[in-house]
Structures are given as C-alpha cells and as structure tokens.
C-alpha cells in the first residue's frame, strides 16, 4: 500500500475499518485458491500435470539414433543424450540403460535423478533399479523429495522406492516397511513402496514389517486395485514369510473378494499360514468358485497341509471339465502323494481321457510307489508303452517318456522311443528323462555298488552320444546336467573335455545361443573357472525402421488358433524392434501352423518355436527393451528369451498377473480381444494362420 494512502486511511477510522476488512477479505480469497489448489494438485492424476510433454515420435530420425545405440548397447552414443537440451531425448536415454542394465551410465544417471523434468527423474530412477549395482541405494535415497508437499515428484519419488528395493538391503527394507504418512490417495507413492517390498522378497528379502504392511494393503479394499495385487503377489510369492493369524483375515475377506486375480493370490497366502481353518476355508472355496485360475491356485495351495487332510478335494478336481484344473490336481499328486495311494494313481490315471493328466498320475504312480515295487512298475511301463504307440500326438508321446523316468529301469526304452528316433522333440524329452533317472534319490539302491557306476555311465554315454549329433535340445539338457556335479559327470570325463568343446564349436550363433549357454557353463563347471555373469549374442539385427514407420496403433494381430480367433494390439513406441520383428515374421508367414508348446496353468501360453518344444530359435537375435510396463494384467504379450537380449522368435501370452517377470520380459502388445480363446488353449493346439492388420 503507498505509504500516502495508508496515512490517509489512518486518519479516518471509518474508512481505516472498511479497507482492513476488504484487505482481510483479499487474504481470504487467496487462502482459499490456494487451498484449492493444494486439494487439486493433490488429487489430480500426476499424468495430467506433468512439467512437460514426453514426445517417443518414432519418426524422429534423433530419436532413432537413440534407439539403435540402445540396440547396440552403445553406451558411448547414449551418454550425450542424458544432457541434451530435449527433455525427450534424456527420457529416452535413460530408459535405455534400464534395457541393457549397464553399469556404465551410472554416474550419469545419478544426475539425471535431479533433473527439471520429474519424467527424466522417473526413467533415471528406473534405469538405476534395473542395474541393481548395491552403491546406488545412498544415490536413490538422496534422490527422494521428501518435501514434495505439492506432490510434483510423486512419480519419480515412487520410482525411487521400487528401485531401493532391487538394490537395497535388510536396513532399507524396514525403512521402507515402516513409512506409514502415506494416504491412501498418494497412488504412485503406495504403488512405489509395495513394488519395492515386492522387489525385495523376489531378492530373497524379507522383513516382518514389509509382510504386516503388505498383508494390510492387501485387504484394504479402499485402496487401489494395482496396489493390492502387488501387494497379494508379494504374500503369494515371499518365501518363509510368517503369516499365522493374519491368514485367518484373509480366509475371511477371500470369499467376499470381486477380484480374481486378488483371490488368486490371496488363495496362496492362505495356504501357507498351515492354519486348520485356512485349509477348509481353501477346501469350500473350491466347491464353489468359477474362475479356473483361483481353481488352480487352490489346489496348489494345499500342498502346505498334510496329504491325508486334503486328499479327497484333491482327487475330486481330476474330473473337473477345465483341463488346467484337473492336470493341477495331478501335478499335486506327483508332488506330495503318498506311497499308500500310489496304486490307486495308476487307476485313475488308466482311465482319464485328457492325455496330460493321464501322463501325470502315471508319473505320480512311479515316483510314489517305492523302488522294490518292480513288478508293479513294470507293468505301468507296458501300459504306458501301448499308450505312446497308440497315440498320433507328439507331445502325448513326450508327457509318457517323461512319466516313464520315474521309473529307473525304463532307460533302455528311453534310449530305443526317444533318442533314436528323428523327432526333435522326442530326443529331447528322453534326454530328460535320462536325466531324470540319474537324479533320482533311489538310483544307488536300485542298481546297487557295481550296478550305479555301470548304469550311470552308460547313460552319460547316450546323453554323450546324443549331444555329439548337434541337436540343440538335446545338447542343452545334457549339458544342465554335466553342470550338476552331483550326477558325476567328473570322472566319466576323466578330466578330457575336449569333446565338449568341440560340440560347442559346432553350435549355430546366434540361433542355438541358449544351447551355447549352457554348454559353456558345463564346460566352465567342469574345468572349474567362473562363467561371465553376462553372456549375450553379438548385435546382428538392426531395427527394421521401415517397419516401424508404418506401425500405429490401429494395427491389430489376428491369431487363428485351433480354439478360435485371438486379436492382438501391439506397444510399438515402447519396443520398436520387438513389435517390427513380430510383425515382419507374421507377415512371412512364419507363425502359421507353429504349436502351443508349452502351457503352464495360470500363468502362460507359448509359441514360436519351430521345433515345437521350446529349444528351437532363428539365425538372429533381438534386444531386451524393458522400458517401465509391467505385467499387471492377463493377457499381455511377451518375448520368450533364455536372459536379457537373447530374444528371436517365440512368443508368449500370459493368463494372469505376473509381476516377477517385470523389467526382465520384454512386453510387446496385449491381447485386444480373445482372451476367452488363449485360456481354453492347450500343449499341441496350433496357430493355424497369422495375419497383421494395419
């Protein structure tokens, strides 16, 4: 106010009176906006408010510089752009170092966690998890505003609590599980500090504070759904984690529970409290529940409970009409039946008609039933003999192989239906199974003193003999088992390895890569010498940015499989090389006819490979991109890949949440429509025809 006014006002009172109550009532007015704006700024969507607009143009030819030294791990060509002018670029940028985990960027990093832009501070803190380098922890907490009241850096402060939790340790860890000033709006802080307890237990990392908070988030339903379900992952997933009495919470708010993908999780948090009333609640559920996937988790569930207590519910899901139900409640037998039933799951497995099952319960009989049953088995191994000659289905053929290894004595036959054969993919499931008998506990009472050293070498020779042809699927299984010391490999070696290095010289790079990797880690195990941490194909194919050019998201994936028709969108800004390799095969007509070969219930359907087994790649390798998506939905759609940058041609869609594969998996697009369809499919269902739409 000019000093003359004021003395104005001084003098006259009335008017004094009148300006201090419109002075106070401006004042007022101010508070108020200003109070508006805190209510807004705080419950305004972060993503609506960012300081500046985030711009991944593919058609940027700067931007596709970035990319290809992303590609080719080119960390020299990254670095200027974590200080380029463009708050685009440095986005990108560091994002890259979250794709190849090089430890290299790191101080430049470090300065990207201060930067203008909370986006940059985000990828920053993104890339710096991905590396898990233990130093950078004192780095991420500095780095965390903790005077944020305006919340501009919600986003990045959460990114900052979920990297704490890849690097971080026991200290950190209940610093983490103890911050309670979060409100239940904070959405990226919650999400942020439940991934980083998560990452911790996936480190083998637990707290008893981080299992009390996420037992609590996980209940509370007022919180968001994403927050919960990381938080059911981590009681899902932790191992020797204490629950006890909390189990008896969750048994009570599991029925209520709307989400299955939440009941999923919370079925197996229960299971492994081992309280009586977790078991019957786990019994009743399954009388009455609809979704397969909690089904399965159930049955799994039970396996924390003795055998006799929960033999009966298990035995009635083998004639559920969902197949994944009924081979779970297989599986389970094959794990923890008993030698008393053994009998009775050789009966059972004679007369069901999913060749799975059937499969599984035989393998259940030969495991359970104690190795002086010789006659027994023997006829279990003539039962299954007939089934594999009766059968037109190769992967019926591989599940009877694999279910006649639990029985010892069947390594001739092994030998004679599978390793003599042609078929790929029955060579390797009797390597498999080869090595299945020597890892057997029972093999040095079943061939005695003489008998193990005379057996046991002859079935290193078939393995041997198998790898010196150059199957690839062979050769990697035999050589997992070379690493294994305890299957005494040493000695039939008589410490040559020569011939193992000559195999290794005759794979194909990089299209038998995952063979090579496990063969050199044989090799190393056996010449004792450390295999490199890190051991990845050359860069041999560049993005095809012709490809990318005509990519948007309109184009659509369209899977005729034998079950029905499945639609895919793909994530083309976020893994460009990925989704032009996809399409481009698709459009070669590569995946037409390629067989589901491998579904694990309630968790993923695989394809691509053109062996139909799984061991079969392509005479090329692609990146990881592992930007920050996560795999907290069913039906995402990812690269199968034997570690980081080791990706080519098989695919994998999952049937539910699956957050351990997060920033490990590159994710690629997500199933648009037929999710219905990838859940009805089996092992040995085929892609009939694959188109791409643009």
Request: net charge positive.
């Amino acid at each position: 106010i000019p000093f003359s006014l004021y003395s104005t006002l001084k003098e006259n009172r009335y008017l004094r009176r009148s300006f201090e109550i419109s002075v106070n009532m401006k004042k007022i007015s101010l508070l108020f906006s200003l109070m508006v704006a805190i209510l807004w700024f705080s419950c305004m969507p972060y993503e609506e408010r960012k300081l500046t607009n985030i711009a991944l143009d593919l058609n940027d030819k700067e931007l596709r510089t970035l990319f290809e030294a992303q590609d080719k791990r080119d960390v020299s060509g990254l670095l200027p752009y974590l200080k380029n002018k463009n708050a685009t670029y440095r986005y990108a940028a560091a994002l890259a170092f979250g794709s190849s985990k090089d430890k290299s960027g790191l101080d430049a990093l470090y300065e990207c966690l201060s930067d203008e832009v909370d986006d940059v501070r985000e990828a920053a803190a993104y890339a710096i998890g991905q590396i898990g380098d233990s130093t950078s922890v004192s780095r991420l907490i500095g780095a965390f505003d903790a005077m944020d009241s305006m919340r501009i850096h919600n986003r990045s402060n959460g990114m900052i609590l979920e990297s704490i939790g890849k690097c971080g340790g026991q200290d950190e860890l209940k610093l983490i599980s103890t911050t309670k000033t979060y409100k239940s709006t904070d959405t990226l802080l919650l999400l942020g500090q439940s991934r980083g307890i998560y990452r911790f237990a996936l480190r083998q990392i637990t707290h008893p504070f981080g299992t009390k908070l996420m037992t609590q988030y996980c209940l509370d339903k007022n919180l968001p759904s994403e927050i919960r379900l990381i938080a059911g992952h981590y009681l899902h997933r932790s191992k020797n984690i204490a629950l006890d009495s909390s189990a008896l919470l969750i048994a009570r708010q599991i029925k209520s529970e709307e989400d299955p993908n939440l009941r999923m999780v919370m079925s197996t948090a229960m299971g492994k409290s081992k309280l009586p009333e977790a078991r019957d609640t786990i019994i009743s559920l399954l009388r009455t529940e609809k979704d397969y996937r909690v089904k399965t988790n159930l049955i799994q569930s039970l396996a924390f409970f003795n055998y006799w207590e929960v033999r009966d519910t298990v035995i009635a899901q083998l004639k559920s009409k969902e197949p994944h139900v009924a081979y779970t409640a297989a599986d389970y037998l094959f794990r923890k039946g008993a030698p008393e039933d053994a009998k009775y799951y050789r009966i059972l497995g004679r007369n069901h008609q999913d060749w799975r099952v059937r499969a599984k319960l035989y393998a259940a009989y030969n495991k359970r039933l104690p190795y002086f049953f010789t006659k027994g088995k023997t006829g279990a191994t003539q039962e299954l003999i007939q089934f594999f000659n009766a059968s037109q289905n190769i992967y019926e053929k591989a599940a009877i192989l694999d279910a006649m290894s639990y029985f010892q004595w069947t390594y001739p036959q092994l030998k004679e239906l599978g390793l003599d054969t042609e078929n790929e993919i029955l060579k390797a499931a009797a390597a498999q199974g080869l090595v299945n008998i020597l890892n057997s506990k029972d093999f040095d009472l079943i061939f005695g003193a003489a008998g193990k050293i005379k057996v046991g070498n002859e079935i290193r020779g078939h393995l041997l003999n198998a790898m010196k042809e150059g199957d690839a699927g062979v050769t990697a299984v035999a050589a997992g088992a070379i690493s294994n010391e305890a299957l005494g490999f040493r000695p039939f070696f008589n410490n040559d390895f020569k011939v193992l290095d000559t195999i290794l010289n005759d794979l194909k790079l990089p299209k038998e890569f995952e063979t090579y990797k496990e063969l050199r880690k044989a090799i190393d195990v056996m010449e004792q010498r450390k295999t490199p941490e890190k051991l990845v194909p050359e860069f041999n194919r560049p993005i095809d940015w012709g490809m990318v050019s005509i990519l948007s998201p309109r184009v659509r994936g369209i899977l005729q499989t034998t079950k029905g028709k499945i639609v895919l969108e793909f994530f083309h800004e976020y893994a460009p090389a990925s989704v032009a390799n996809f399409v481009k095969l698709t459009q070669s007509g590569y995946y037409d006819g390629k067989s589901i070969h491998r579904v694990v219930p309630n968790f993923v359907v695989q394809s691509g490979c053109p062996r139909g087994d799984g061991w079969g790649s392509e005479d090329f390798s692609i990146r990881s991109e592992l930007p920050p998506v996560y795999y907290n939905d069913e039906g995402y759609i990812g690269m199968a890949s034997a570690g980081n940058d080791t990706e080519s041609n098989q695919w994998f869609i999952t049937l539910s949440p699956t957050p351990h594969l997060d920033g490990n998996y590159t994710i690629f697009g997500k199933v648009k429509d037929g999710m219905d369809v990838v859940k009805k499919l089996e092992i040995g269902d085929k892609v009939e025809k694959a188109v791409i739409k643009f």
